[in-house]
Nanobody
Framework: QVQLQESGGGSVQAGGSLRLSCKAS????????MGWFRQTPGKEREGVAV???????TYSDSVKGRFTISKDNARDILYLQMNTLKPEDTGMYYC?????????????????????WGQGTQVTVSS
């Protein structure tokens, strides 16, 4: 049974940092893509960063240079280090995976490509 549990959200001022974690359980995820998505009320879920099955990280243009995604395959934990946070980074952040081997050509895929989701962790950035 695939289970994803996010943690690390919170409230920070603009310019601050947060580190999100996603613990995956139920099986090994070493060869599966895992990613972070975010959503605000009334908007579609947006891709933030993904680690492809080959280990390559991919970022949306809005976070490139500020966020770093990493994956600990031995512990099945996905991280998102978020620096220089902006108010527009505010949202519910979700961890996602799918039981496939996939690469995305350097482009963060749509949330529809992932079938397994955590419950989310809220990030609020104030100006």
């Amino acid at each position: 049974q695939v289970q994803l549990q996010e943690s690390g959200g919170g409230s920070v001022q603009a310019g601050g940092s947060l580190r999100l974690s996603c613990k995956a359980s139920g099986k090994s995820y070493a060869w599966h893509p895992m990613g972070w998505f975010r959503q605000t009320p009334g908007k579609e879920r947006e891709g933030v960063a993904v680690v492809e099955s080959n280990g390559s990280p991919t970022y949306s243009d809005s976070v490139k240079g500020r966020f770093t995604i990493s994956k600990d395959n031995a512990r099945d934990i996905l991280y998102l280090q978020m620096n220089t946070l902006k108010p527009e980074d505010t949202g519910m952040y979700y961890c996602a995976t799918d039981l496939v081997w996939a690469t995305y050509g350097g482009i963060v895929p749509s949330h529809t490509k992932f079938n397994y989701w955590g419950q989310g962790t809220q990030v609020t950035v104030s100006s």
